[in-house]
């Protein structure tokens, strides 16, 4: 009789509370963590900055703020943009620049991401590649495109290594540093299981990596483009640089910035997609951003 008494005791009201404290203490620091990051995701909200962007000059351009001479209007830009479209010139150039960045992206990239390794992995390979990279690093890349045009020509293997040296740099700091920043515990893991050095490789120093060269890649994408607009300018036939420099002979404004604008555009998508894969490849990971 007295056990089924104590049973059924009941519970103390204080004891009934601590949980129910503890609760409301776990649901207010959550909050308060909300609060200091950086706020909830806004479902397109990368376009505002551009929208603005674009709705400040067109304002300006219908008030009379902006000089048409200096800058052409947006609906004229459109019209213009329109008309090149129609006869096929702008496509044409399209084509080409894209089959240049992407060439230029592709081998640099490939190189960056070999010798960000080598030195990630070997002191040896480090006091060898670094210092070359970094003296690149310094030096103005236009700097080098008289030097190219000696060795290479002015044909489209100089415009495909000048894109491609500028694109090396950011890939090869970022995956490099990524590399030297993943966590000594990991190694001495590895060595205690027996790890191969391929093995190492392939499963701690490549996705161990992968944040640092996804940044990279970010860089090395607008890179990419920036470097398009001065090399299509030595001696080109075609390509988006080549039309710009052709309309500024001519004093054309409104098919200068048709170029820039497709520019912006190709820079800005080419952005967006990385940090898509960005953050499907990275979706592990838990961040400020999260």
Request: one cysteine or more; proline letters at 4%.
């Amino acid at each position: 009789m007295n056990s089924s008494t104590q049973t059924l005791t009941p519970v103390p009201s204080k004891a009934r509370v601590i949980p129910h404290a503890a609760n409301a203490g776990v649901a207010t620091t959550a909050v308060r963590r909300s609060r200091l990051g950086p706020g909830r995701e806004i479902r397109y909200g990368g376009a505002i900055g551009p929208v603005l962007l674009l709705a400040i000059w067109t304002l300006g351009s219908w008030t009379g703020f902006i000089d048409h001479r200096t800058l052409s209007p947006p609906w004229v830009v459109v019209q213009t943009a329109a008309e090149l479209i129609e006869s096929g010139r702008l496509w044409s150039n399209f084509e080409t620049s894209l089959f240049r960045a992407l060439q230029g992206l592709f081998w640099g990239v490939l190189f960056g991401v070999i010798m960000g390794v080598i030195a990630g992995l070997s002191r040896i390979g480090e006091y060898i590649i670094d210092g070359p990279v970094q003296i690149k690093r310094a030096i103005p890349s236009l700097a080098l495109i008289p030097l190219l045009m000696l060795w290479l020509g002015i044909g489209e293997s100089m415009k495909i290594t000048a894109i491609a040296m500028i694109v090396v740099v950011p890939i090869y700091i970022q995956t490099h540093d990524c590399l030297r920043s993943i966590d000594s515990r990991y190694l001495e893991l590895s060595e205690t299981l027996g790890v191969t050095r391929g093995q190492f490789i392939r499963h701690v120093v490549l996705p161990g990596a992968l944040p640092g060269f996804l940044l990279g890649l970010r860089f090395a994408v607008t890179s990419s483009w920036l470097a398009l607009v001065v090399v299509e300018q030595v001696n080109s036939t075609s390509g988006i640089g080549y039309m710009i420099e052709l309309a500024r002979t001519y004093g054309q404004t409104e098919i200068i910035v048709v170029g820039l604008a497709l520019y912006a555009l190709l820079g800005l998508t080419s952005d967006s997609l990385v940090r898509l894969l960005q953050k499907k490849v990275l979706k592990w990971r838990k961040t400020l951003n999260d």
